[in-house]
T-cell receptor, first 119, second 114 residues
Framework: GAVVSQHPSRVICKSGTSVKIECRSL??????MFWYRQFPKQSLMLMAT?????????EQGVEKDKFLINHASLTLSTLTVTSAHPEDSSFYIC???????????????FGPGTRLTVL | GDSVTQMEGPVTLSEEAFLTINCTYT??????LFWYVQYPGEGLQLLLK?????DKGSNKGFEATYRKETTSFHLEKGSVQVSDSAVYFC?????????????FGKGTRLHILP
């Protein structure tokens, strides 16, 4: 149980275009979803936290107009990288928390990640 | 603020060697502690966890004990395999009813040679 999927797994786009990444909790309702960014050989950097039906909370230094997050339902969150540039190329990982009804300590379950390459 | 420090890699071992990856943390309150593993090209998988002091998490031959007195959560395995080659992240998360955020260490890359 507690499976999180991401789509697409890999995307290549031209500079200036927008890219949408989906994150779905397949077998549980996620009260909170998180978006991370991982640079090569580095740790995960939390970008934002989103709760269903409310605006995402962005970490310091993350441009909210650049990285649009929508948490439309308890099983789906999307990250849209707007007007992507080569420096946005990275590995984006989402995670989801089922809430205390399922996990006694708000464990996060991670998606497999999306590799974004901006040419 | 809360933080996690883990030994820098890469760590290279021969198959069947003993593994220790050190991890220490700084936190207020009583966090949960985790080890996550990331295989090449994949997302993170929870390897093991401990939610209170003196708890021992274990999975796939890996173990880690939540030591409050030394604020440590070192990862150990008695006999590593080539398939254990991956990046290992130590992490801490809020206790119940606290902030959901997880704070990760920088990761330790492990290479196991056949």
């Amino acid at each position: 149980g507690a499976v999180v999927s991401q789509h697409p797994s890999r995307v290549i786009c031209k500079s200036g275009t927008s890219v949408k990444i989906e994150c779905r909790s397949l077998d549980f309702q996620a009260t909170t979803m998180f978006w991370y960014r991982q640079f090569p050989k580095q740790s995960l950097m939390l970008m934002a936290t989103s709760n269903e039906g409310s605006k995402a909370t962005y970490e310091q230094g993350v441009e909210k107009d650049k990285f649009l997050i929508n948490h439309a339902s308890l099983t789906l969150s999307t990250l849209t990288v707007t007007s992507a540039h080569p420096e946005d190329s990275s590995f984006y990982i989402c995670s989801a928390t089922p809430g205390l009804a399922v996990s006694s300590y708000n464990e996060q379950f991670f998606g497999p990640g999306t590799r974004l390459t901006v040419l | 603020g809360d933080s996690v420090t883990q030994m820098e890699g890469p760590v290279t071992l021969s198959e069947e060697a003993f593994l220790t990856i050190n991890c220490t943390y700084t936190a207020t309150g009583y966090p949960s502690l985790f080890w996550y593993v990331q295989y090449p090209g994949e997302g993170l998988q929870l390897l093991l966890k401990a939610t209170k002091a003196d708890d021992k998490g274990s999975n796939k031959g890996f173990e880690a004990t939540y030591r409050k007195e030394t604020t440590s959560f070192h990862l150990e395995k008695g006999s590593v395999q080539v398939s254990d080659s991956a990046v290992y992240f130590c992490a801490l998360g809020g206790a119940m009813n606290r902030d959901d955020k997880i704070i990760f260490g920088k990761g330790t890359r492990l290479h196991i040679l056949p």
